[in-house]
């Protein structure tokens, strides 16, 4: 029985938040990459932090992992709210920055694209928390130096607790 109960609160199931630590620029991308390799077609991920936390930076390095092209390069849509991408699936990039809530969004019907068939990256996601999708997976960054950054990393579906299992090692 309490083998069981072991097993059962060590699963990713569960969807507990992890922290992880990326002590460089090049752990970062390296993240990044990595989530856009095993992103799926209408996932979304959601960035959190202060100015400067890396959030643009991160999502051009889950473009690149999407394999959008070189040519097509990824800048913060805070007056568009959103910018598109071609890449193995679409990359929908999203800035929450200038607004207070998310109506604007739905008025846009910018919301229609959490449920298509690429990946929605969006930076300053709390901004419009009310209108997101549950099964996001959040992601919330604190600068620890110049280069150094911590993320806690909130999946809300068990589909990303184990790929951030796997990611984790
Ligand atoms: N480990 C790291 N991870 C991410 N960025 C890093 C790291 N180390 C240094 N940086 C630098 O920090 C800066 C992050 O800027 P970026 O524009 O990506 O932040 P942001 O969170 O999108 O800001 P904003 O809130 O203004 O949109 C970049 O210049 C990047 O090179
Ligand atoms: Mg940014």
Redesign the pocket.
Known sequence: MSEEKSRVSEGPELKNPVSIQ????A???RFGRWLGEVARPGDVIC?D????????????AIAQGLEVPPDCYVT?P?FSILHEYPGRIPLYHM?F?RLSDGWEVLDLGFDEYFHDEGLCVI??SLRAQEIIPSSRLHLQ?TIES????QYICDPGTSSWAERLASFLG
């Open positions: 990326l002590s460089s620029l752990e970062t991308l960035l932090g202060d100015l400067g936390a890396g959030k643009t930076t991160l999502t051009q913060s805070s800035d920055y930076e300053w960054m110049p280069d150094s950054r």
